[in-house]
């Protein structure tokens, strides 16, 4: 079964920091997608990356990195000098397919409540 | 470009009452979704239509929950009767095609709280 784990629950850190993010996912599909989304106290989920199976690659925007590694089924995410306006709950997530390929359903971890102090 | 609506943004409903949430998609595209958020979890899926069709609904609690896209656009989600452990966010999201690995956008969500 599809399952995300994200074991931090809270993290809290002061500004400038350098903070990763876990993320460890179960799938049994070849094909599949991962992403993070940022949750801010309005509710609203932000997008902030989608990373395909077969793109091993990591990805750097800006103050953010992420590290994607098949062989330990994980996809951390890494903020640089953080700032106070990077509070927020981050969610990994999962998109598994079907055998119609109706997918782009997302599994979501448990989230992990990031907070940056001045 | 207009993101993902929903209303009402917050509600306090009596335990056996009913509420309605409505959701306007991002413009053009086909694929909604609603997804339920309890406080301190991540969000799970509850409906996903393609246009006015359900693809998925395996995660609706059918006794009390509904949902309609009747003219393949906006989206109503009911509860009746609410119980208490139906306290939570209900997002609304939408992707512009079906399939796995394409982006999903979410509206800020309905918060309810059932008293």
């Known amino acids: 079964a599809q399952k995300v784990t994200q074991a931090q629950t809270e993290i809290s850190v002061v500004e400038k920091e350098d903070v990763t993010l876990d993320c460890v996912y179960e799938?049994?599909?070849?094909?599949?997608?991962l992403f993070w989304y940022k949750q801010p106290p309005s509710g609203e989920l932000v997008f902030l990356i989608r990373?395909?199976?077969?793109?091993?690659q990591n990805e750097i925007s800006g103050r953010y990195s992420w590290n994607f590694q098949k062989s330990t089924s994980s996809f951390n995410f890494t903020i640089t000098a953080s700032q106070v306006v990077d509070s927020a709950v981050y969610f990994c997530a999962l998109s598994e397919t079907d055998i119609y390929n109706q997918g782009g359903k997302l599994i979501f971890g448990q989230g992990t409540e990031l907070s940056v102090k001045p | 470009e207009a993101g993902v609506a929903q209303s009402p943004r917050y509600k306090i409903i009596e335990k056996r009452q009913s509420v309605a949430f409505w959701c306007n998609p991002i413009s053009g595209h086909a694929t909604l979704y609603w997804y339920q958020q309890i406080l301190g979890q991540g969000p799970k899926l509850l409906i996903q239509?393609?246009?006015?069709?359900?693809?998925?609904d395996s995660q609706l609690p059918k006794d009390r929950f509904s949902a309609e896209r009747l003219k393949g656009v906006d989206s109503t989600l009911k509860i009746q009767p609410a119980k208490l452990e139906d306290s939570a966010v209900y997002l609304c999201?939408?992707?512009?095609?079906?399939?796995?690995?394409?982006?999903?956008?979410f509206g800020e969500g309905s918060w309810l709280t059932v008293v």
């Open positions: 799938t049994r599909d070849t094909t599949y997608y």
């Open positions: 990373r395909n199976s077969f793109d091993e």
């Open positions: 239509f393609q246009n006015n069709g359900v693809v998925d």
């Open positions: 999201a939408s992707s512009s095609v079906l399939g796995t690995g394409n982006t999903i956008y």
